[in-house]
Each structure stands twice: as C-alpha cells, then as structure tokens.
C-alpha cells in the first residue's frame, strides 16, 4: 500500500509521463502537418512576392503548373481589397506567372488612399483568392 506522499509522487510522475506522451503525439501531427505543406509548396502551391515602392505594390504569382482560372480569383481579390492594376504580365502556357504593378484605390470624398494597406496585408489577400480558386478547383 502506498503512503500518502508516495501516491501524490506516483501521481505526478503518471501526469508527467501522460503529458510527454501528449506532446509526441502533437509533435509527430505538427512534422506531418510541415511535411505537407512543404511538398504542396514545392510542386503546386503558388509562390508569392509583394514588394511595397512608393505609390504601388509590385507582386508576383509563380507556380510550376498552369493554374486555370487562378488569375480571375487573384483579380477578384485586388478589387476586394481597393487595388486598382496599373500594369500587369500573365503567362499561362505551362506554368503560371503573373507580375503586377497595382495601386491604392482613393476615396473620392478625401482623395486619400488607405494607408492601412501593406505589403503584408495585399499578399494576404492574394493568398485568400489562391485559397478560394483551390477550393472551387476541388469541387470540380
């Protein structure tokens, strides 16, 4: 039988050893999860640049694979945000590439563009419209 402080050593060192065996579990999950992402990275998913110059974004799509429709989301996506494109190159053959200029849309009433825009956030909202095409893709 054990004594009382016995027992409470006995219970903490089988909590311990419950919670380690927690945390491999949530480690060799999280390993997993990477490895995923990192063979989806290199063979399909879509690599994005945003440069912020001045007055305008400068951002480039890459993806080793054509990507039908891929362009109408990420269009749909510089509208959300109030991007307007001042300029942009598109190739679709066997890859897809897109390289754009695209500028702050300004508000009518202050003739102000919205400052809260960074490069940060415009390549956020270009990975959500990446997000949504994949989506509509496996539902195809």
């Not at 690599?47 to 362009?71: D, P, S, W, Y």
Request: charge should be negative; hydrophobic fraction near 40%; proline fraction near 1%.
């Amino acid at each position: 039988m054990l004594l009382p402080e016995q027992h409470d050593k006995a219970s903490i060192i089988l909590d311990a050893s419950n919670y380690i065996k927690d945390l491999k579990k949530r480690v060799e999950k999280l390993n997993q999860d990477v490895s995923t992402a990192a063979s989806l990275t290199s063979q399909n998913f879509p690599t994005i640049r945003v440069e912020e110059q001045e007055n305008h974004f400068l951002i480039k799509v890459f993806t080793a694979r054509n990507c039908h429709g891929l362009l109408v989301f990420i269009l749909q996506a510089f509208e959300e945000l109030g991007l307007e494109v001042l300029q942009a190159r598109v190739s679709t053959s066997d890859s897809f590439l897109l390289e754009a200029i695209a500028t702050r849309v300004r508000r009518h009433e202050t003739k102000e563009a919205d400052d809260q825009i960074d490069a940060q956030v415009v390549k956020q909202v270009v990975l959500q419209g990446i997000q949504k095409w994949i989506q509509g893709s496996e539902q195809e």
